[in-house]
């Protein structure tokens, strides 16, 4: 009785050393088509990658699809046809109604982060490093990848915090789209080569607490999304001035609802603005 039990533990612990070891394999670095050309590829497992074990995929989602939905201010959630749901700049006054798997804060203005995020969160992505060195985050989720390209941050014109905010790129299902925030200067090559290729872009349009729109116009021109979903409303006419400059270059049209579902195949053939329904 003894033998017999000692072979089930040693089958038992060999399965599970053979389960880690196909676990291990999983842990492939995925790169979409707009990975950052500065990157390069990835030939090794990255310490920043995960994959989860299950999969449990939003019945209402269609296959390649994303379901992007305005929560408020800059806060936006982003669910893949496996299931992953984020939250961006996540914060305490529109946390959402579901709890996240990943949240991004891009950078510590009390709008843009949690002081205590739910503990449920699997991954919290700041945009800074506390520590005082440059935030970096490259994590594979299910069937997205979340990646950082940080960027400098004015403090209330008394200097510059450097690397204190982060722009979040999110890759799945082909389409790569670009978290802005707050963004306060222009970009340099090597930042958006580190972008790479870029879909779907989420603008700040206020016009004063993040950028002017002559800079966000320069911006957008740089990094060429063909869908801009702008966020930060705003504040004395702002929202108006930006409508009314970018009708001058691209479709801007207002969606019926909060929530879009994006793909390959319905992103515009030339660049649009797309407002979800909160303005």
């Given at each position: 009785m003894i033998l017999g039990y000692l072979n089930k533990m040693t089958a038992l612990v060999a399965g599970t050393l053979l389960g880690l070891a196909f676990a291990a394999t999983e842990v492939t670095p995925v790169l979409a088509s707009c990975a950052g050309m500065a990157q390069g590829p990835l030939r090794k497992p990255h310490p920043y990658f995960m994959r989860s074990a299950a999969v449990d995929a939003v019945a209402?989602?269609?296959?390649n699809?994303?379901?992007i939905t305005f929560v408020g201010h800059s806060t936006f959630q982003i669910e893949t046809p496996e299931?992953?749901?984020?939250l961006t700049d996540y914060n305490d006054y529109?946390?959402?109604e579901r709890v996240p798997h990943i949240v991004t804060m891009n950078n510590?203005?009390?709008?843009?982060?949690?002081?205590?995020p739910?503990?449920?969160?699997l991954h919290v992505l700041r945009g800074w490093d506390p520590k005082g060195g440059v935030a970096k985050h490259n994590l594979k989720f299910r069937d997205i990848r979340?990646?950082?390209v940080a960027t400098n941050l004015m403090e209330n014109g008394d200097g510059t915090l450097r690397n204190?905010?982060?722009?979040?790129?999110?890759?799945?299902v082909g389409l790569c789209a670009v978290h802005i925030s707050h963004l306060h200067h222009y970009l340099s090559k090597n930042q958006l080569a580190s972008l790479g290729l870029i879909d779907i872009a989420f603008a700040p349009i206020d016009g004063m607490w993040t950028m002017s729109h002559d800079e966000l116009f320069r911006v957008l021109g740089d990094i060429k999304a063909r869908m801009v979903i702008p966020m930060h409303f705003g504040s004395m006419g702002g929202t108006e001035a930006f409508i009314a400059r970018a009708r001058d270059k691209w479709t801007v049209r207002r969606q019926d609802s909060d929530t879009i579902l994006v793909s390959l195949r319905n992103m515009p053939k030339s660049p649009e603005v797309v407002f979800l329904q909160g303005f």
């Open positions: 209402s989602l269609p296959e699809h994303l379901r299931g992953a749901r984020i529109v946390p959402g510590s203005h009390d709008t843009h982060f949690s002081y205590a739910d503990k449920r969160i979340v990646r950082n204190g905010n982060s722009m979040f790129v999110f890759e799945a």
